[in-house]
């Protein structure tokens, strides 16, 4: 069965620091990643996905992510922190046999400090 | 602004009421979802429908009765719900293909649901 982990419930940065969020997958098949975004009080967000055509994936506001099949890891990553960056961040896996499912991770919290 | 409109915003609810919550999304995607999310937890898949027909149900309680008129909308008719069913539910929309897994989701803004 497919899943991801993410790794922290919580991350605080800085402003204008790193931002780096941890995914990891485990898929017996080429998987299908994602990563959403959620503000409050919004629904989730595509920030960007994997389907095997390269393995760096340039998303929205800046983030990319990296696929790295030696590790199983898809970590999402952004420069520079913005204050306008603090939401909860959602690493998923898409079911790739012919379903319609899609499994999240528990989600991080990322908060940016001034 | 999101491209699947969900309605009401909030609702609250007597354990005892029957209400409904729709859905709408004019991106011709010919997938639907219902999730719910509750507090910092992760969204849990209810039910999917393709082509307007239910193709997954979570094990959802009958409480939750979901229904697709057409391929724009979706709705979920809610009786004798339970106080640990409030949450956030989300209804989301993906393109349709056999192997659907590489179409990202949808989502709109969802329905705050109290039941007191």
């Known amino acids: 069965a497919q899943s991801v982990t993410q790794l922290g419930s919580h991350v605080s940065v800085s402003e204008g620091a790193l931002v780096l969020l941890r995914c990891n997958y485990s898929?017996?098949?080429?998987?299908?990643l994602f990563w959403y975004v959620q503000y409050p009080n919004q629904g989730l967000q595509l920030l960007l996905k994997y389907t095997s055509a390269a393995t760096l994936v340039k998303g929205i506001n800046g983030f990319e992510a990296e696929f790295k099949k030696s590790e199983t890891s898809f970590h999402l990553t952004k420069p520079s922190a913005h204050m306008s960056d603090a939401a909860e961040y959602f690493c998923a896996v898409s079911d790739n046999t012919g379903g319609f499912k899609t499994i999240f991770g528990a989600g991080t919290r990322l908060f940016v400090k001034a | 602004d999101t491209e699947v409109t969900q309605t009401p915003k909030h609702l609250v609810m007597g354990m005892t009421n029957k209400k409904s919550l729709k859905c709408e999304q004019h991106?011709?995607?010919?997938?639907m979802y219902w999730y719910k999310q509750k507090a910092k937890k992760p969204p849990e898949l209810m039910f999917v429908y393709s082509y307007e027909k239910l193709s997954i149900n979570e094990s959802v309680p009958s409480r939750f009765s979901p229904e697709c008129p057409n391929s724009s909308l979706l709705n979920l008719h809610l009786h004798a719900l339970q106080p640990e069913d409030s949450a956030l539910y989300l209804c989301?929309?993906?393109?349709?293909?056999?192997?659907?897994?590489?179409?990202?989701?949808?989502f709109g803004n969802g329905t705050r649901l109290t039941v007191t």
């Open positions: 898929s017996s098949v080429p998987p299908y």
């Open positions: 989301a929309s993906s393109q349709e293909a056999k192997y659907a897994g590489n179409s990202p989701l949808h």
């Open positions: 991106m011709g995607h010919r997938a």
